[in-house]
């Protein structure tokens, strides 16, 4: 029996908040090349997408909150919300001009 498991990494469970252009969601796991988040708010498979991660944990001081592009890969209804998966094709952290490309593997 084949594995459905198609990740090059394990991804990390957590909940954490995440801003999207028009609205908010919250993660159910992620690593550095994706991410799975449920919202209210519809998407399509191969659309492009735009979020931001809050890191409440990550600083004492302030929250950390990385700015993340992406693409779509999955959407699937999730009881009264919509689950989503997407890729994450560049990332940078708040303040930076541009988006470092992710490391790939």
Excluded: W
Excluded at 62 to 72: A, D, L, T
Excluded at 87 to 103: D, H, R, T, W, Y
């Amino acid at each position: 029996m084949k594995n459905p498991e198609h990740r090059r990494l394990p991804r990390h469970r957590g909940k954490l908040p995440i801003t999207l252009k028009s609205g908010e969601g919250i993660t159910r796991d992620f690593n550095v090349s994706g991410i799975y988040f449920e919202t209210d708010r519809s998407f399509s498979t191969g659309q492009a997408i735009e979020f931001t991660i809050e890191l409440k944990h990550a600083d004492p001081a302030h929250p950390v909150r990385m700015n993340c592009k992406g693409e779509i890969v999955r959407v699937e209804e999730s009881g009264d919300k919509i689950g989503v998966a997407a890729s994450i094709e560049a990332f940078c952290f708040e303040g930076m001009k541009n988006l470092n490309k992710k490391v790939r593997e």
